[in-house]
């Protein structure tokens, strides 16, 4: 099953507005990363924040997260026609002594004119 | 180099046939992971290495996917006798360590089999 799973599935809004993204996870964690994707192909790192943190900030990026719901959102504010693109959660889980990242299906962000 | 790479950056191939999938990455990282990604989907985990050794092997799709890094470097995927259904974009990813660390990603290598 599905580990990280961002909702909504996709979403279009008007240039100016903001954009709000949400993943929930299932299991403990240590970290959450929210990562971008343009094009299908390599994703771009946007921002980590740890389990002990509630909430970070990155430009017009801002990023909460709730370990008690399991769940972290993250808000594009003044969005802009570069912003669309597929934005995915990753957590990494403690799994024995290894911990691996696990990728959520992502939202797809569409930004009208 | 600068990024990871990733090559070839687009393969077609017949079915039945093997191919070797290669990723450079970031000088100095020890984690690298692969992943792969179907159209309009997300990604799905295949294999990730800490050094020369892979921890986690469960995300391969079956026994025809192998993978290996050498000098705790370079990483090459190999599919053999590969199906319609291996077709997708794969994902090579390195970071400094498998815990909290970003990834870095490759521009990734589209696969079409035929």
């Known amino acids: 099953s599905q580990q990280g799973e961002e909702d909504p599935q996709a979403l279009s809004i008007q240039e100016g507005e903001n954009a709000t993204m949400n993943c929930s996870y299932k299991?403990?964690?240590?970290?959450l990363q929210w990562y971008r994707q343009n094009s299908g192909r390599g994703l771009v790192h946007l921002i980590l924040?740890?389990?002990?943190?509630r909430e970070k900030h990155s430009g017009r990026l801002r990023v909460t997260l709730d370990t008690s719901k399991k769940s972290s959102s993250l808000l594009i504010t003044a969005s802009r026609a570069a912003d669309t693109a597929s934005y995915f959660c990753?957590?990494?889980?403690?799994?024995?002594?290894?911990?691996?990242?696990?990728f959520g299906k992502g939202t797809r962000l569409h930004i009208l004119p | 180099g600068a990024g990871v790479s990733q090559s070839p950056s687009n393969k077609v191939t017949e079915k039945g046939k093997d191919v070797e999938l290669r990723c450079d990455p970031i000088?100095?990282?020890?984690?690298l992971y692969w992943y792969r990604q179907s159209l309009g989907q997300g990604l799905e985990f295949l294999i990730y290495?800490?050094?020369?050794?892979?921890?986690?092997k469960s995300g391969l799709p079956s026994d025809r996917f192998s993978a290996e890094r050498t000098g705790g470097s370079v990483s090459t995927l190999t599919i053999q006798r590969t199906q319609q259904e291996d077709s997708a974009v794969y994902l090579c990813?390195?970071?400094?360590?498998?815990?909290?660390?970003?990834?870095?990603f490759g521009p990734g290598t589209r696969l079409t089999v035929t």
């Open positions: 990813a390195s970071s400094l360590s498998a815990v909290g660390y970003e990834q870095y």
């Open positions: 299991t403990s964690i240590n970290n």
């Open positions: 924040i740890r389990s002990n943190e």
């Open positions: 990753a957590t990494d889980l403690v799994m024995n002594r290894d911990d691996k990242i696990i």
């Open positions: 000088s100095g990282h020890t984690a």
């Open positions: 290495f800490q050094g020369n050794s892979a921890p986690d």
